[in-house]
């Protein structure tokens, strides 16, 4: 009965596995094909090397500087750190959909009733983690053999990603036994996983003690490209049979339905708060308002302290300060601007998965509960949009804010911090008109409302790569950065601003229609 239930999970995912596959590889490529372009001679590679080695901010970012002035070691700076966050979250996910959700939900149960041993539908779901996590490793290797880097250490990087992805396979499930629903599961497990970047930081910044404490630290410990060694992998593979274990010996010995710590009930009166739709929305999205809010902060903390050092960072290759200059006439400039524009796409990520909470909520069941008491059903989404345009403002300004403190404790102007925070303003216009296009989607059919996502990767090809690979105009409208200005390097345009502030507006009013004329799931 596993092995079906196996085969009936791989083909529920299998568009998972390709989409988290091609994206870890991309990430792995990307950095390989970029460093190789940036600079023209090997002096110029060795100058950024050592700016980049004495930069702590990076280094908290990235990880342990090595090897620098290689493509191979520029690649695992640049992307280990990142990599493992693709595989610990794919992992999370994965793992939470097949135990904790599919137990919450009740279908675990009914299919219990059938002949099915006790740990089938847990052990499918650990192996087919366990197999996306191969695929992602195996995706990795080869896209860097094919660069090429070398053999060995490309698969280096692969197996420590794999194992990594492991790690936290068995965390997730650890989790999903001690949590009672699948929220609690992937809170705990993110908490972890976010503790391991966070000591491995730490660690590489000054305190290697602790890096050692960090399954991160453990994959970069292999120091692929700069003299490699495969023993830090016996300890994620140590690490990952660990947590599957104690979930194994947890789950015989807790009940049915709900977790080692089950969820306390609540008061028998809500709380103020709670009394309204703002309020339970609040409620709901402040923990991804603040995660998102102090990971922007410290992206655009990395980003501004490199100072006025960015014609040492990028070298002398024209078609690179092209486009990072972005039609600036200065560099450093130009580069802000891009940096501004990188923290609204990835402040665009918060925004849509903060919309697109409403179909979480509605296919969970949550929704016909809440409007059978006195809340509405345009209170309880007015609520939910409420936050989502709040929230995008709060992570914005993190992000500036990150950024003018940055600048400002490298060169010492402390006005760069107010005005990179007011700047990245401009850009609450484009997020929420993404925002609006989830909304939108989910009160029309909800089955689309993840069609929204396309919407951002086509911000991100025009924004990165619509000059170079010369795309048509009318193709690099569709999305709505590019009818802003890119500030600082260029003047504020507040006809664009208004514009496409004007359609996210109405794009926010259409799903507001939209949901209230049609039935929920």
Known sequence: MTGVLVRRFLRRDR????????????????QAVSVKGLYATQAEFDRAARTMESNAAFIAMAGPARALNTIGGQVTWQATAFGALVAGLMSMFLVGRHTRAEEESGRDELLRAAAVERHAPMTAGVLVALLANVLLGLLVALSLISFPLAVADSIALGVGLTLFGWVFTGVALLAAQLTSSTR?????????LGLAYVL?????????????????????????FSGLRWWPALLLLAAAAAALGAAYAVFGRRDFGIGVFPSRPGPARAPAGLRSGLGLAWRLHRGAVLGWSLGLFFVGLAYGSLG????????????????????????????????LLTLALLAS?????????????????????????GLSRSAWQRGH???????????????GLGLGVGYAGATGDRGAIASYAVE????VAPVLLLAGVAALLHGLVPRWASLAWIG?????????????????????????????????????????FAGVLVVAVAAGAAAHVALGRRDLL
């Open 385 to 399: 949009l409420a936050i989502v345009v709040a929230g995008t403002l709060v992570v914005l300004l993190s992000g």
């Open 308 to 339: 006025s050092q960015v014609g040492d960072l990028v070298g002398d290759s024209e078609t690179t300060r092209d486009v990072i200059a972005q039609g600036g006439t200065d560099l450093v400039e130009g580069f802000y601007a891009t940096a």
């Open 349 to 373: 990520g918060y925004a849509i998965s903060a919309a697109l909470r409403l179909r979480a909520e509605e296919e969970a069941g949550r929704v016909e509960e809440l409007l059978a008491t």
């Open 15 to 30: 568009w998972m596995f390709v989409w988290w596959g091609l994206g870890a590889a991309l990430l792995y490529y990307s």
């Open 200 to 224: 491995r930081a730490v660690g590489d910044v000054g305190y290697p003690a602790l890096t050692w404490l960090s399954p991160i630290g453990w994959y970069q410990a292999m120091h692929a």
């Open 424 to 427: 990245t303003l401009q850009y």
């Open 184 to 192: 609690a599961t992937y809170g705990l497990t993110g908490a972890v």
């Open 456 to 496: 951002l990767g086509v911000a991100v090809v025009v924004a990165f790569f619509g000059p170079l690979l010369r795309l048509p105009q009318g193709l690099q409208d569709l999305s709505p950065f590019e009818h802003l200005a890119l500030v600082p390097a260029e003047p504020f345009a507040p006809a664009g």
